[in-house]
């Protein structure tokens, strides 16, 4: 926007703002924002309050950008401490790794749960590499491309050999997720 503003300089324009809380991220950023948009000619303008240069105006302006701005980082703040939570009792709250998907169990809320024919293409090829079946990641690849249930990367029906070093060689926290329940 700015980069457009600045190109039409010439141009009277007006940036109308619906609600303050969806303009920026903090009052640092809110300030240098007004700041371009004023050095480019051009101003906010709202239906729901009034920018202005007065004192009350900006006291009110920067009050509600500090709100906004708080209520973002308790926000951002809450989802934390839950998902924490959940990590504390058990739960994954991650993306659902490739042969698991998430599903409503009961009072626990989303679970993982196996994702078939996936979970078992993808326990077969974690197995054969750590039974030695497979050698090399190449190998692993060879197998997960040769089943057309798996979901592949690419168009050309490729997996990327990313992925399988993702969660062959460095599983992390994925370990054991692929056993059999």
């Not at 709250?93 to 809320?109: D, S």
């Not at 497979?134 to 190998?139: N, R």
Request: net charge positive; charged share 30%; glycine share 6%.
């Amino acid at each position: 926007m700015l980069a457009y503003l600045a190109a039409h300089r010439k141009d009277q324009h007006v940036v109308i703002v619906d609600d303050i809380n969806r303009v920026l991220c903090s009052l640092d950023v809110h300030l240098l924002f007004r700041k371009k948009i004023s050095e480019l000619g051009t101003r906010f303008e709202s239906p729901t309050m009034k920018f202005g240069n007065s004192a009350d105006d900006r006291m009110v302006e920067m009050m509600l950008v500090n709100v906004a701005e708080y209520q973002r980082n308790k926000n951002a703040e809450q989802t934390r401490n839950r998902m924490w939570g959940r990590i504390m009792n058990g739960y994954w709250v991650f993306q659902a790794p490739r042969g698991y998907k998430y599903e409503k169990v009961g009072p626990h809320g989303k679970l993982l749960v196996r994702d078939k024919p996936i979970a078992s293409i993808m326990q077969a090829a974690l197995e054969g590499y750590a039974n030695g079946t497979y050698q090399t990641l190449t190998e692993v690849k060879r197998y997960l491309e040769s089943k057309p249930d798996f979901p592949k990367d690419t168009k050309q029906g490729e997996v990327r050999i990313q992925r399988i070093r993702e969660r062959v060689v460095d599983p992390g926290s994925l370990r054991g997720l692929y056993r059999t329940p």
